[in-house]
């Protein structure tokens, strides 16, 4: 396994996901302890101290978040965990939600504590099947052993979760689109200001936290700040849950300690790229952040700092390795397809730019494309920049200009020769295909 | 007050504006599709973008509508950046846009139209085909969608969900795919502010099925009027054709007559908005004409006929008038200057909630269906009409009064503008001119008066009220 491990900590089993075994493991006395002897705001003081920074995609501190939500102010707050996982290549909240769902349950319950949260709302991809089951259990368990719905003996702490279920849109994984969804509109992003800390969900303060930044909850109360910024590196602390697909030998998910060499995850830990091959590309954290060449990443270590550096970002920890003799321009063509198709439609720049990009990439794999569409498409991708409501179009934009940027002569090649220098290849079988052909 | 700066020009805002309602209340123009001085903010067509110079020597941009104004920051609304920004957007907006400029009603009155010419001028730099969509889409039996026009602003849907809450409007699908449609329940059917969409569209893709190609923008002219379908008084533009653009190849009733009506913006009465029923004045001021004076129902010319009524005033020992809530204040006024000292005078409600009509709400309609019934009352008193015994003569002025409530044996004068059978049976009838024909003011119910003007000229054979109670109280001839 790639380095120390904080979420991924047990060994999985049939029941390790019920209430009884996480219990053995020690569940829910951290939530005890923290009712009986913690104040709200020394929950947030830890959290902060931690350095813990969220997993969903943009790194931003939790505990900054945390502050902003007034204590005894008067008026209600909402705590959201976002569990539509959306952004594609990434399926590490999956694990949490099948594998720990009362690790994340009780984490949701001390950040309740932390923020004064009477409802607090899980918003669960529409796609997710068995992790709505799992969930839904655990709520179910959590419910009946008195840890939601009624005060927890000894205290006057008292938090209802509701578990809510998207319709399968990207743009509900956005924070604002997210909320809105929950109250039962269209899944549309907000304009910010005011932020969702001041004015969220029904217009009152709301933290929204991913799935697995919540998770690490717990365990930073339980060990204490200190112990979590041992791990990993003072300013990436921590682990990160990496779900790794593509051309890799053993695709799944990795938590992987911040610092750890990113080729030794790649082939050590998932056996190397299929076939022996090299690693052409790699989208490091979701389609949304900024592509690397094979190049760009031989020195690199798994974390914020040196990917920052090396132009991209750690995303959402979905990574994709792309081995040699992938076609680029037909996988931006997968990815433009996916963001016309999930562009919510509000805004000018992207609800358009997206179709208009799709358009001239469907053009160019045709074979009508023309020299000038290379620059269209930069030029589209800049339009978008900063222009939008939510993050999307921006997101859209930078890995469509990434994608240029690094493979510009496969583009050439393909508008000039009206066919991919690749073969307009994808997939690369995987050995036991190779055995059956 | 905060104060800030926009293009280095001081501005000063009231407290929580934003950056787009200071600069428009001090007179920098940004431009806007999306956003509505009378709705919420949506901030989704990002035409509005602007520059924001921060302390520290850089810049940042966002959109005007929704910047809250910060003390001592400095705008810029049309520098380089927001130039290209604009460009780029409006580029966006055109891009699936069928730029139908030629056959679309909204031309001549298009923010999108405008806005191109003023900010980006220059021919589309797609090649590729554009997205298609529903042409004519019924919405409601008067309003028709046009979605390849539409630029989904969103300014319809929040109107139904803000202002007349009906919730009927949204959209559907996502993506450039999306669509403005109505509920299946048919609430935006029987919207009774509907009409008002067609207005706040910032392009041509909400259509008046009334309006439909009847006319483009430029041959009308908008005259001041006011609404007299109830005692709000909501203030209105009643558009007809140019003289100047008068065709004698038209039909004359076309080069006369009512092609639409919009609101006019007052905000201590009806703010932007008018509910449908004064969309359709022409059903009330298009109705036949009564234009000879009659005599016990034979057509006379019209001094004869005030001869013949002057005579039975004159004679009367108890007359009664009743008096018509839809006369100007000045008609009023002049009544009461002549001849209701002759008169018992009574007010007469000219007209009554139709069938289906919806008689009040909290938006904007009132129960009362006449426009000056407040200035009326104040004039006349507010006594149910009763005919005292030996009653001999009743001057019935306007319509809306039924004959068989008259007392037995009196005579009648009566003073009415269209074509009705009680006409014939009076003693007198002499034709009054109508609301489009003449000047005036009327007093809604909240006491706010407001004036209407002349659209069309009246003919020879029909009075206005004013001169013809001058002619009827003294022995002048009629003006």
Redesign the interface.
């Known amino acids: 396994m790639p380095g120390r491990q904080l979420l991924m900590n047990f060994p999985v089993t049939a029941t390790s996901h019920t209430l009884a075994d996480y219990r053995a493991r020690g569940g829910y006395a951290t939530l005890k302890r923290v009712l009986k002897t913690m104040k709200p705001e020394d929950v947030t003081k830890e959290v902060t101290a931690s350095g813990l920074l969220g997993h969903g995609g943009a790194a931003f501190p939790v505990g900054r978040k945390w502050a902003v939500i007034k204590l005894n102010d008067g008026q209600p707050h909402f705590l959201c965990c976002n569990a539509d996982e959306g952004e594609p290549g990434t399926f590490k909240d999956r694990w949490i939600l099948e594998n720990a769902p009362h690790l994340l349950l009780e984490s949701m319950l001390i950040a309740s504590y932390a923020l004064q949260v009477r409802n607090a709302f899980v918003y669960m991809r529409g796609e997710f099947d068995l992790p709505n089951r799992r969930l839904q259990a655990a709520i179910e368990e959590a419910y009946d052993a008195g840890y939601f719905g009624a005060s927890i003996p000894g205290t006057d702490f008292i938090c209802d979760i509701f578990l809510y279920r998207g319709a399968g849109?990207y743009v509900c994984g956005e924070a604002s689109g997210l909320l809105t969804s929950i109250e039962g509109k269209?899944g549309y992003p907000r304009?910010r200001?005011p932020r969702l800390t001041v004015r969220g969900l029904y217009q009152k303060p709301t933290v929204v936290n991913n799935v697995e930044t919540l998770a690490n909850i717990t365990g930073i109360i339980r060990d204490g700040a200190e112990a979590f910024r041992k791990v990993g590196l003072p300013k990436s602390p921590g682990t990160q849950l990496v779900s790794i697909s593509g051309h890799v030998v053993r695709p799944g998910v990795y938590e992987v300690e911040h610092g750890y060499p990113l080729m030794k995850l790649l082939n050590e830990d998932c056996g190397g790229m299929l076939g022996g091959r090299a690693l052409k590309a790699l989208i490091p954290g979701g389609i949304s952040t900024k592509v690397l060449t094979g190049a760009d990443c031989a020195e690199l270590t798994y974390d914020h700092a040196t990917f920052d550096k090396a132009g991209s970002s750690l995303g959402s920890g979905g990574m994709i390795a792309i081995a040699d003799g992938t076609c680029m321009v037909r996988l931006l063509q997968v990815m433009l397809r996916f963001w016309?198709?999930?562009?919510?439609?509000?805004?000018?720049?992207c609800?358009?730019?997206?179709?208009?990009m799709h358009?001239?990439i469907d053009?160019i794999v045709a074979g009508q494309g023309r020299m000038e569409d290379i620059e269209?498409l930069v030029?589209i991708s800049?339009?978008n920049d900063?222009?939008?409501?939510c993050g999307m179009g921006d997101a859209a934009g930078y890995a469509t200009v990434g994608f240029i940027a690094k493979f510009r002569d496969e583009f050439e090649y393909f508008i000039q020769h009206k066919r991919s220098r690749c073969g307009g290849v994808l997939e690369v079988a995987r050995p036991a295909e190779v055995a059956h052909a | 007050m905060p104060e800030f700066f926009i293009n280095r020009q001081p501005v000063h805002a009231e407290p929580g504006q934003t950056v787009m309602q200071a600069a428009l209340a001090a007179g920098h123009y940004i431009p806007y599709f999306c956003w509505h001085p009378n709705l919420s903010v949506a901030g989704n067509c990002r035409i509005c973008i602007v520059e924001v110079e921060d302390s520290k020597g850089g810049t940042w941009m966002d959109i005007a509508c929704n910047m809250p104004v910060d003390e001592g920051m400095r705008v810029l609304t049309d520098s380089e950046g927001v130039t290209k920004r604009r460009k780029e957007i409006l580029q966006m907006i055109l891009l699936n846009h069928p730029v139908d400029c030629g056959i679309c009603d909204k031309a001549g009155e298009c923010s999108l139209q405008d806005y191109h010419y003023e900010y980006n001028g220059e021919r589309p730099v797609s090649f590729d085909p554009k997205v298609q969509a529903t042409k004519f889409h019924p919405l409601s039996e008067r309003i028709v969608l046009d979605n390849e026009r539409c630029i989904l602003c969103s300014r319809c849907v929040r109107f139904t969900n803000e202002v007349s809450g009906t919730h009927s409007l949204g959209i559907q699908h996502r993506g450039d795919h999306s669509l403005i449609r109505a509920s299946e329940d048919g609430a935006f059917g029987s919207d009774p502010y509907s009409d008002n969409v067609i207005d706040i569209c910032p392009v041509g893709a909400l259509l008046s099925r009334n309006f439909l190609y009847k006319s483009r923008v430029w041959y009308l002219k908008a005259t001041p009027s006011i609404c007299p379908g109830c005692e709000r008084g909501c203030n209105v533009d009643i558009w007809h054709r140019r003289s100047e653009w008068k065709l004698n190849a038209l039909d004359p009733r076309q080069n006369a007559s009512i092609d639409r009506v919009t609101p006019r913006e007052n905000p201590a009465v009806n703010g932007p908005w008018i509910c449908n029923k004064g969309r359709d004045l022409a059903a009330i001021f298009e109705r036949p004409r009564a234009e000879r004076a009659m005599l016990k129902g034979t057509p006379v010319e019209l001094p004869l006929a005030i001869d013949a009524a002057r005579a039975l005033i004159a004679s009367a020992r108890r007359p009664v008038a009743l008096v018509s809530s839809w006369a100007s204040n000045e008609e009023l006024a002049a009544f009461k200057s002549t001849l209701a000292n002759r008169f018992a005078c009574f007010v007469k409600s000219d007209w009554t909630p139709q069938p289906g009509e919806r008689v009040e709400d909290d938006v904007l309609i009132k129960p009362d269906k006449n426009p000056n019934a407040k200035a009326a009352r104040a004039l006349f008193g507010a006594a149910p009409i009763a005919f005292p015994d030996g009653t001999d003569l009743v001057l019935v002025w306007g319509e809306g009064f039924s004959f068989t409530q008259l007392p037995r044996g009196a005579s009648v004068i009566y003073l009415n503008s269209y074509l009705q059978p009680e006409n014939g049976h009076a003693d007198v009838f002499l034709p009054l001119s109508i609301q489009t024909e003449r000047r005036g003011r009327y007093t809604n119910f909240e006491g706010t008066v407001s004036n209407f003007e002349p659209c069309f000229g009246k003919k020879a054979t029909v009075a206005d009220a004013e001169p013809l109670f001058a002619a009827l109280a003294t022995h002048e001839a009629i003006a």
């Open positions: 849109s269209k304009n200001p016309h198709h999930e562009s919510c439609g509000q805004c000018t720049p609800r358009e730019g997206m179709g208009w358009r001239i053009r269209r030029a800049d339009a900063g222009t939008t409501i």
